[in-house]
């Protein structure tokens, strides 16, 4: 579907209020009132991405987020993209996600008859920063004390 400027502008500007809506209802738990909003409006938002199909990877991105829960009802639109797009909509997500905690470091320091117990308990709240292992006890730390 061809469509003038003036009117992608339009859909632009409706697709970030309904993003922001989203963004409110799901940090203040109202997740529910969103999704209803999302099934009234089902039509309008599967034209509007027919419209200009670039929006699900800005600001209609949430639909891809969320794309597995079967009461979205969107999961033949996310199916029909291209597997590449798709990737590269993951790819800026990861590296997104990254830079939020590039400066986060989380060391861990665990005992070797404990190892893997201590590692995954400390490491449970800091996946998504870089971290480096010290033995509880032991001088050394860096790549090779994380290889081992």
């Not at 003038?4 to 799901?26: C, F, N, P, R």
């Not at 209609?60 to 990737?87: I, M």
């Not at 400390?122 to 870089?130: C, D, H, P, S, V």
Request: with cysteine; aromatic share 10%.
């Amino acid at each position: 579907v061809c469509v003038g400027e003036d009117v992608k502008e339009m859909l632009m500007d409706v697709a970030a209020v309904m993003q922001s809506y989203y963004l409110i209802s799901h940090t203040l738990l109202l997740d529910h009132l969103f999704l209803s909003c999302l099934k009234r409006n089902k039509n309008t938002i599967r034209k509007m991405l027919n419209a200009s199909g670039s929006l699900i990877f800005s600001s209609f991105d949430f639909l891809l987020e969320n794309f597995a829960k079967p009461n979205w009802g969107f999961q033949d639109v996310v199916a029909s993209l291209d597997f590449e797009q798709k990737r590269r909509w993951f790819r800026a997500k990861v590296k997104e996600m990254r830079s939020l905690h590039d400066e986060s470091r989380c060391v861990l320091t665990v005992s070797r008859s404990d190892l893997m117990h201590a590692s995954c308990t400390q490491l449970a709240g800091n996946l998504l920063g870089t971290f480096s292992v010290e033995f509880a006890m032991e001088p050394g730390s860096g790549a090779g004390v994380r290889r081992e």
